[in-house]
């Protein structure tokens, strides 16, 4: 492997995320709990749907086959998705939605700050623009972590609920192989250990205002980084491949 | 109040009308021109988010990354559009919460076409194109309504409305100079979707109860007819472009009116579907139904917690 391949698989990786919870919450467009959280979860849905081109464009000019962004988000194999599996958990109830994001942004956020030093300037620059829509996510996530957490009886249990199953995936968003030291010796990455400390202290801030706590069984999930992805990968990829899949090398 | 009095201030108040200016939250106003603003804003702002829903159907399974990005972004436009909405009706009195329920009981109306199934990723297409198209005739003369937050919240509304006709025909430009399968697509969705269009105007001007009192009071510019006319002398020009055909035989241009006569409109079908038995209405009450129990213990939650701040901050 050499380092423009690695970096190929690693903007995938990037692409992949980014993609994949863009679609999970553009399932929820028109039925949001209220019209201005239906207005929010758009706009994140949105931005990461922006990512997703950017860095799948970027992947696709990496990956030396002549592939657009796409050809890349629509038309692989399952195994070939390579996101956690975190962000291909189903939307559930809004507290799962919720928590999913807070735990998704809190890592997303400090890894595209250090990104966007990247010596890899392509990267940097979209680091740098989707860094400025991920602040304001966390923003938004965490706020809504606390507001449920303590809110009402109901809500601080729903919520703590989210966290205890959905708190095994995030092992995953740490997954470090050769694609990463490679990139990493060459100062394209970070070292995700220091993203880790950042995650833990955001992490542990915001469920100290919300009154949550960390549940202490926690199996760690993964297998989205190599393709192997839940069972509900293959009904989200369905409705994402649908028109590709069933009338190919068309235009839209 | 005596009878005296209210008749000078309808005077008063009809003068102000017949000289165009704005009606504003604060002034005297007849009550029933206050109850038929509140029914027509709210139905308005109803059709906006109940509207959500059929392209919202499609945004999963959107062809393309920029199809996927537009197509969340209109919907998205839609839900503002019912919130400036609301926002109108509740400068008038009206409760948001208690007009949605009347959404959910079935005691409020909104547009019938929203009832029809979005079957392909054409329709995205057609309702751009038809149904936002349609909505700006209805909705361009608002931006001169009487009343002055209604007109504010259309001048708004219709750039963006605008926006989304542009985007729907070009969808359709893009599928008719596709494969046969996309054409044929296009194709089918015009069938499917240009009566119900056509109804999106209301019954004919000699069955509309409320248009002669909504004119006199300049909510209303136009009649449902007048209206209807001019979306079909702008629109067959259009699917020419496209090279569609409008599914319509009666359809001809008569020189001496300088316009499109066109077939009988099916108003069983429109009066079914207005009552409550189109193919999706059960569907889209529904769906906003669900949406607002699901979301009960959120709302809850965020007063909950909003309470619990302000009695912190003033201990
Ligand atoms: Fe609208
Ligand atoms: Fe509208
Ligand atoms: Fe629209």
Redesign the pocket.
């Known amino acids: 492997m050499n380092l423009e391949q690695a970096l190929y698989k690693y903007v995938l990786r990037l692409g992949d995320d980014s993609l994949i919870l863009g679609q999970r919450l553009a399932e929820l467009c028109g039925h949001g709990p209220i019209l201005e959280e239906d207005i929010a979860l758009t706009n994140i849905s949105l931005d990461l749907i922006g990512q997703a081109t950017l860095f799948l464009e970027y992947a696709g000019a990496l990956g030396g086959e002549n592939k657009t962004n796409d050809d890349l988000a629509f038309l692989r194999l399952e195994k070939e998705y390579v996101n956690v599996l975190l962000v291909e958990q189903p939307n559930g109830h809004f507290g799962d939605t919720i928590m999913r994001q807070f735990l998704f942004d809190a890592f997303r956020k400090p890894l595209l700050e250090k990104l966007q030093n990247s010596s890899d300037e392509k990267l940097a620059s979209i680091a740098e623009k989707a860094l400025k829509e991920t602040k304001y996510h966390l923003k938004h996530s965490s706020e809504w972590v606390i507001r449920l957490g303590d809110g009402t009886e109901e809500s601080h249990a729903k919520i703590q609920e989210s966290l205890n199953t959905l708190y095994r995936y995030t092992h995953e968003l740490f997954y470090t192989d050769e694609v990463d030291l490679m990139l990493n010796k060459n100062n394209i990455i970070p070292n995700l250990e220091s993203i880790k400390s950042q995650w833990e202290n955001t992490i542990k801030e915001v469920l100290e205002m919300a009154n949550l706590s960390l549940p202490d069984n926690n199996w760690k999930f993964e297998g989205g980084r190599q393709g192997r992805h839940s069972e509900h990968m293959g009904y989200l990829l369905a409705d994402l491949q649908y028109m590709q899949r069933t009338y190919p090398n068309m235009e839209w | 109040m005596k009878n005296i009095d209210i008749k000078v201030l309808e005077e008063k108040f009809q003068k102000k009308i017949d000289q165009d200016i704005k009606i504003e939250p604060n002034d005297w106003m007849p009550d029933d021109y206050r109850i038929t603003l509140i029914r027509q804003i709210s139905q308005?702002a109803h059709?906006?988010v109940v509207?959500m829903l059929p392209e919202g159907n499609w945004i999963t399974r959107a062809p393309n990354l920029r199809r996927k990005a537009v197509l969340l972004a209109k919907v998205q436009d839609?839900a503002g559009?019912g919130l400036y909405l609301y926002c109108a009706a509740e400068t008038l009195g009206a409760d948001r919460e208690e007009t949605i329920d009347d959404l959910h009981s079935g005691k409020a109306k909104y547009?019938s076409i929203f009832n029809y199934p979005t079957l392909t990723w054409a329709d995205m297409g057609a309702i751009g194109w038809l149904v936002?198209g349609a909505?700006i005739m209805?909705?361009v003369p608002l931006c001169r309504c009487s009343y002055g937050p209604y007109a504010r919240a259309m001048v708004r509304?219709c750039k963006e409305?605008s926006f989304h006709q542009r985007q729907g025909f070009e969808i359709m430009t893009k599928l008719s100079n596709g494969s046969q399968e996309q054409k044929d697509m296009a194709q089918d969705a015009l069938n499917r979707f240009w009566w119900p269009a056509l109804m999106m105007f209301g019954p004919n001007d000699a069955e509309s109860k409320h248009t002669a009192q909504s004119m006199n009071w300049k909510i209303k510019r136009h009649t449902n007819d007048e209206l209807r006319q001019q979306f079909v002398d702008v629109t067959v020009p259009q699917a020419e472009i496209l090279g569609l055909t409008i599914p319509d035989k009666d359809l001809k241009w008569n020189e001496k009116k300088k316009g499109y006569d066109f077939g009988k409109i099916n108003w069983d079908e429109f009066w079914q579907v207005v009552g409550g038995n189109g193919p999706c209405n059960k569907e889209r009450v529904d769906a906003r139904r669900k949406a607002k129990e699901d979301g009960k213990w959120v709302i809850e939650a965020a007063m909950a917690f909003a309470n619990k701040r302000s009695a912190k901050k003033s201990a």
Do not use: I
Request: proline share 0%; glycine share 8%; charged share 30%.
């Open positions: 308005h059709s906006e509207g839609e559009h547009s936002d909505a209805n909705q509304v409305e």
